[in-house]
Structure formats: structure tokens, C-alpha cells
């Protein structure tokens, strides 16, 4: 399999300094549908090998791939060894099947055997690597924030829905009388935004070759000339970038935890306590398209201008840590860069008031509103018992 090298970059990050720490976060791969799309649709769970919200034989390719970019850009560069070791790397996902097996296949990309005696079984080009995931993958507010039961995060996402789907079902009005037979949903009930987008599962069949009716690729003059399916995942995205992109709090909730967790990390590492810490270099996290939107987000992302569109299987977030010197008396200077994988392609990110190339102590100070440190801003995600009063 080739592995993608579009400014890969090596030790150096392209800017000068020692690549210090990494953190990776990724969507899982490739998936079946969640659920049957639509009560009449023929393509049920038994289209499906592994059945539904699983992943396929192409996500366990794609992460893969995306481990052995990882390998050539860390381990080739010889900031990670060659070999797995736990001291320097941990793996952290939700509960969720097809994020622990997107893990387990990158890391079979990343980390492959080396040698006959790495191998427990000479048939097997794979090593068991631990992964590690809270047990309930909805009491997960670092990597399932949107599934916690947080009172307060699900009344404020009221709001939001409830004022965009308003909005959104009139604008696409002649889309969503077309498809209300399809949903078996009479002329007395109305369409839940919820109902709507549900119809996105036809996509993954798709992508998979399944057969479809002719009303879901029946084009629209009014909206562009676009197909029913292409109208449905329009609205996807829109539906769902107001939790994403406006209400501060929102923003917080979303991604603050995992946030906090990561610049508490890079903290540590330029304080010199890196061995404080379970991974003194390098943390990965599987997660969701959601975990991956609420992180950069919080990031408060402005570069590439579209980085809060729905990210692709295996798309992948990457905040490196390099240090530099900047005398000859050795005084060090700490700085940060991110970079965004998506569709095999990377990019570099920057966020607002920042360059590409940013100072650590700016950046954190940049930051500090949208983490969640502080017991203040910790607690509303836990209160969720004693909200609303």
C-alpha cells in the first residue's frame, strides 16, 4: 500500500526545533449505516458483514494507511522508535467498536513487527498493543463529550436545534414533503429534523455499490441541481455547525476536556516532567466525528477556512510540540504547530491570533477561555442531576 507523503515533514516540523510531543486524534474508519435509513429501504442489516455502525473491511484499509503515514512521519524521522513502547505512546478511545478497531488496525500501519521475534505467531504481521477506553462510552466527557449526560450541554443544544431545524425545514420545505412518504410519515405529523437527516445513512450504501431507488438521486432545479442525497448531507453539515460554531459555552463543552487534557500535556513536556505523564511523547485518540469537530472548534481553527466541515473517515488532527533554542547560553523557546489530514492530504491549521508557527505560552493564553481547568468550568459538565433548577 503507498502511504501518502504530502508534506509529511520530518524531526525538524519545517520550521526549525526538536519535535518534542505529539498528539493524534482521528475518525474512525469506514462504516455501515447506524440504522436502517428509511422503513422501506431494502438494504437492511444483513447488506452489511458486520452489521450496523461497524466498521468495513475499506475503514480498516484507511486507518491503515493513516498509521503508516503516522510511522513514516514519527518513527521514520526518529522521534518515535521503531518498535512500540507503552513509556512513550498510550492509546485512548471510546467504547465504541469501530473507534477501538480503527485503533487496532492503525496501529497495525504504525507498528508492524520488526523482526521474527516480534512476532508471537510467524503467520501474523501484528503485534496486540494495548488500547485503553472508558468503560461506558456515554459517561466519556474527554472523547464523547456529545454523549455525556451533561443536563446543562443537552438544554443549550436545545436551543440550538431547535431554532436551526426551524429554520432549515422551511428552507428545504419541497425536499422534506418529497421524502415524507419515504419516511412513512403522514401529512397530520410533523418532520423531525432528527427523521430527516437520518435518510445521511443512504450515503454509506452509496459508497458500498447497494442499489438505490430512483428518488434518491432525483435531482432538484430549485436547489442547484443537486440530488436528494446531496440535498440531505447539505443539510447534515448545516444542521450541524451551529454546535460547532458560535455559542461559547457550546464550544467549551464540546471540546474542552479533551482540550484541557491535551495543553496540560504539552505543558508538562515543556516543564521538563514528561515522565510524569502515562506517555512522555506521543498520545493517540480514536474517537468520532463529533469528538474530532468539538476539538477544533475549541481550537478555534481559521486555517484551513473549511475545517469545520464534516471530517471524512480517518481524517485526522495533529498538534505537534517542538522546542528550539534560542542562544548560545541554551535558553529554549517552546512552540506549537497543527496540522490537519483529510482524504490523504495535510494541511497545516492555525488559530485565531496566531500564526502556523505558534508560541507555546500564546498559545495557551489564547486558549485559556475555551479548556476546561478550572473547578468553575468543570463542574456544568458533571451537574447534570441539578440542571436545569
Same mark, same amino acid.
Given at each position: 500500500?503507498?502511504?501518502?507523503? !504530502? ?8 520550521? +526549525? ?25 431494502? @438494504? ?6 458486520? $452489521? ?14 493513516? $498509521? ?14 521503531? &518498535? ?11 467504547? !465504541? ?11 497495525? $500501519? ?6 521474527? +521475534? ?8 501484528? !503485534? ?10 456515554? &459517561? ?56 430527516? !437527516?437520518?435518510?445521511? &445513512? ?21 436547489? +442547484? ?54 506517555? @512522555? ?109
Amino acid at each position: 500500500m503507498s502511504i501518502n507523503k !504530502v508534506n509529511t515533514e520530518r524531526a525538524d516540523g519545517g520550521g +526549525g526545533g526538536e519535535r518534542m510531543a505529539g498528539k493524534i486524534i482521528w475518525r474512525h474508519g469506514d462504516r455501515a449505516p447506524l440504522e436502517k435509513p428509511y422503513p422501506g429501504d431494502l @438494504n437492511d442489516e444483513s447488506k452489511w458483514a458486520r $452489521g450496523w455502525g461497524q466498521l468495513t473491511n475499506d475503514g480498516m484499509r484507511q486507518m491503515e494507511e493513516l $498509521g503508516q503515514f503516522l510511522r513514516e512521519r514519527y518513527a521514520a524521522a526518529n522521534f518515535l522508535p521503531q &518498535h512500540f513502547d507503552r513509556k512513550e505512546i498510550i492509546i485512548r478511545s471510546t467504547d !465504541v467498536d469501530r473507534a477501538l478497531e480503527s485503533a487496532q488496525s492503525l496501529l497495525s $500501519g504504525m507498528f508492524p513487527p520488526q523482526s521474527d +521475534g516480534d512476532r508471537f505467531d510467524p503467520a501474523l504481521n501484528w !503485534v496486540p498493543i494495548a488500547i485503553h477506553a472508558t468503560r461506558e462510552a456515554n &459517561h466519556d466527557s474527554l472523547l464523547n463529550p456529545s454523549g455525556f449526560p451533561c443536563a446543562r450541554y443537552k438544554h443549550l443544544r436545545q436551543i440550538v436545534a431547535d431554532e436551526i431545524s426551524a429554520h432549515l425545514l422551511d428552507k428545504y420545505r419541497p425536499l422534506v414533503d418529497f421524502v415524507r412518504p419515504h419516511l412513512n410519515i403522514s401529512k397530520e405529523k410533523p418532520i423531525k429534523m432528527v427523521q430527516l !437527516v437520518a435518510l445521511r &445513512h443512504i450515503k454509506p450504501e452509496i459508497i458500498h455499490n447497494l442499489p438505490q431507488p430512483k428518488w434518491v438521486h432525483k435531482k432538484w432545479e430549485e436547489f +442547484g441541481n443537486k440530488t436528494t442525497i446531496e440535498l440531505i448531507m447539505e443539510i447534515r453539515q448545516k444542521s450541524w455547525l451551529p454546535y460547532f460554531n458560535g455559542n461559547e459555552e457550546i464550544i467549551r463543552l464540546n471540546g474542552g476536556v479533551l482540550l484541557n487534557d491535551l495543553l496540560r500535556r504539552l505543558n508538562f513536556v515543556s516543564q521538563g516532567n514528561a515522565k510524569k505523564l502515562d506517555a @512522555n511523547k506521543m498520545v493517540l485518540y480514536s474517537s468520532h466525528d463529533s469528538t474530532l469537530l468539538g476539538l477544533l472548534s475549541a481550537l478555534n481553527v481559521k486555517v484551513p477556512s473549511n475545517a469545520l466541515d464534516l471530517p471524512p473517515y480517518s481524517a485526522c488532527a495533529m498538534i505537534e510540540l517542538y522546542e528550539e533554542r534560542q542562544n548560545a547560553r541554551g535558553n529554549k523557546n517552546y512552540f506549537v504547530k497543527l496540522f490537519y489530514r483529510r482524504n490523504r492530504i495535510l494541511e497545516p491549521m492555525a488559530i485565531a491570533g496566531c500564526e502556523t508557527k505558534c508560541d507555546l505560552i500564546n498559545f495557551l493564553q489564547i486558549l485559556e477561555p475555551r479548556y476546561a481547568m478550572k473547578s468553575s468550568r468543570i463542574r456544568p459538565i458533571g451537574a447534570w442531576e441539578t440542571f436545569p433548577p
